[in-house]
């Protein structure tokens, strides 16, 4: 929150420095209905550098139907969880603690896994050849961490049959 924080008072105080007047701040409070000039003078417009901001949402949006005009259709979809129970995290962990005592070790175990996920799908192709790939990263709601993975595969290697599909699927169920 202090980064997030300091990040938001930056933005704020180097209004002129970003070039802020050039978001058309003043045509937005009309569209929005807001007709005090007291409230445009203290709006503050989030550049899509702001990553929870609303223009970088959209920004991520727009990019990836960008993407999906070029390549067409997704051809998997992927869900990939995070595991309090890995042994990466439980070996970290000092006498006492649990996984949800340390949400930086758990994400950053959970980074690793994920790159590794996308190294193995777009460089050893483990599903088949692709051309490219999507995804995005949220909490749950138990606060671990999961990724929507959206993948485009190559015209040759794309499934066609139930058989084809089969191949791809995999589900592992925890004892616990």
Avoid at 29 to 35: L, Q
Avoid at 42 to 61: A, D, T
Wanted: hydrophobic share 40%.
């Amino acid at each position: 929150m202090a980064i997030e924080q300091n990040r938001l008072k930056y933005l704020r105080l180097n209004k002129k420095k970003l070039r802020a007047d050039l978001y058309q701040g003043l045509q937005d409070a009309i569209v929005v209905g807001d007709n005090s000039v007291v409230a445009i003078r203290q709006r503050i417009i989030l550049p899509s550098s702001f990553i929870v901001g609303p223009r970088h949402m959209v920004q991520n949006y727009q990019d990836a139907m960008a993407i999906c005009r070029w390549a067409g259709c997704p051809d998997a979809f992927v869900t990939f969880t995070c595991n309090p129970q890995w042994l990466e995290i439980k070996r970290a962990l000092l006498l006492g603690q649990q996984p949800q005592d340390r949400p930086d070790l758990v994400t950053r175990v959970f980074k690793i896994k994920l790159k590794e996920l996308i190294n193995d799908i777009q460089k050893n192709h483990i599903l088949g050849c692709t051309i490219t790939g999507i995804y995005v990263v949220e909490f749950q709601k138990r606060g671990l961490l999961h990724a929507h993975i959206l993948i485009f595969f190559t015209e040759d290697c794309k499934p066609h049959t139930i058989e084809d599909v089969d191949r791809m699927i995999s589900a592992k169920l925890s004892n616990s």
